[in-house]
């Protein structure tokens, strides 16, 4: 992994802080100490970083909105024939 994905998932694990767990609050401070030194992650540290990226940043199903958006080609209502 590179430097600009740590920077990624740590980023967007910030506004999880206050979910943490003690053992993941501490471990999220030390790889922001990490990454504020300019230091790579190993393959260790990187795969809890993806992990607690994963249990926090959940995605969201779009599919569910499907029925209030049309599809091109879908016509509901054919034009009146003459």
């Given at each position: 992994?590179?430097?600009?994905?740590?920077?990624?998932?740590?980023?967007?694990?910030?506004?999880y802080e206050k979910k943490f767990e003690r053992e993941e609050a501490e471990m999220y401070k030390k790889f922001l100490q990490r990454q504020k030194d300019d230091e790579d992650f190993d393959s260790l540290s990187m795969k809890k970083l993806k992990e607690m990226y994963d249990k926090y940043n959940e995605r969201v199903d779009t599919t569910k909105y499907d029925k209030f958006f049309k599809k091109k080609g879908e016509n509901d209502n054919p034009p009146p024939q003459q």
């Open positions: 992994m590179s430097f600009r994905d740590q920077r990624k998932y740590l980023e967007a694990l910030k506004k």
